[in-house]
């Protein structure tokens, strides 16, 4: 498998899907913990709007990245298996 591989199963909408579930939450969670007071005061700089999308990117990626290597995991044993 190469890196084609990784790029194919990544965007496949099964593992986007899930990602972007993932990030929803965990990210949402995040941003509550670390950015709740000025979340609700209205109180944002544009500093924190870029860490709050980058506390929704670090889950999604993650996701992505343990979604796709259980995937090739997978495909190896079967084809393990097969020969």
Do not use: C
Not at 10 to 36: D, E, P, Q, Y
Not at 40 to 50: K, M, W
Not at 60 to 82: D, F, H, L, M, P
């Amino acid at each position: 498998m190469n890196q084609n591989s990784f790029i194919l199963f990544a965007f496949s909408r099964k593992v986007m899907s899930r990602a972007f579930n993932v990030a929803l939450l965990v990210g949402t969670i995040l941003a509550l913990i670390n950015h709740g007071e000025k979340i609700l005061s209205l109180t944002l700089s544009n500093e924190d709007f870029v860490k709050i999308v980058l506390t929704y990117l670090v889950p999604y990626g993650v996701s992505t990245w343990s979604a796709v290597q259980a995937i090739r995991s997978t495909v190896v044993q079967k084809t393990n298996q097969e020969n």
